[in-house]
Nanobody
Framework: QVQLVESGGGLVQPGGSLRLSCAASGFTFSRYVMSWYRQAPEKREWVAQI???????NYADSVKGRFTISRDNAKNTVYLQMNSLKPEDTAVYYCNTIYRGSTYWGKGTLVTVSS
């Protein structure tokens, strides 16, 4: 059974940093692309993606240069390092994978950027 569990969210001031983690189980993590999405009221947005080996990453324009996606295949974990956070980054952040044709999501972790 595929499980994705996000952690690391919280309240941070504008300009601050957070690192999100997503622990995966139930599939061969090292073989699959992983992504981060975020959900703000009335808006779901793709944030970043990383290939199975971590050799290629892609980012939404809104986070490019501020966020970094990475993975540790030995720990079955994908990360999202978020720097220079802005109030508009406030959202619930989800990790995601597509395994055997089905899309899986974690329950999300809330990031609030506010002074």
């Amino acid at each position: 059974q595929v499980q994705l569990v996000e952690s690391g969210g919280g309240l941070v001031q504008p300009g601050g940093s957070l690192r999100l983690s997503c622990a995966a189980s139930g599939f061969t993590f090292s073989r699959y692309v992983m992504s981060w999405y975020r959900q703000a009221p009335e808006k779901r947005e793709w944030v970043a993606q990383i290939t199975s080996t971590g050799s290629i990453t892609n980012y939404a324009d809104s986070v490019k240069g501020r966020f970094t996606i990475s993975r540790d295949n030995a720990k079955n974990t994908v990360y999202l390092q978020m720097n220079s956070l802005k109030p508009e980054d406030t959202a619930v952040y989800y990790c995601n994978t597509i395994y055997r044709g089905s899309t899986y999501w974690g329950k999300g972790t809330l990031v609030t950027v506010s002074s």
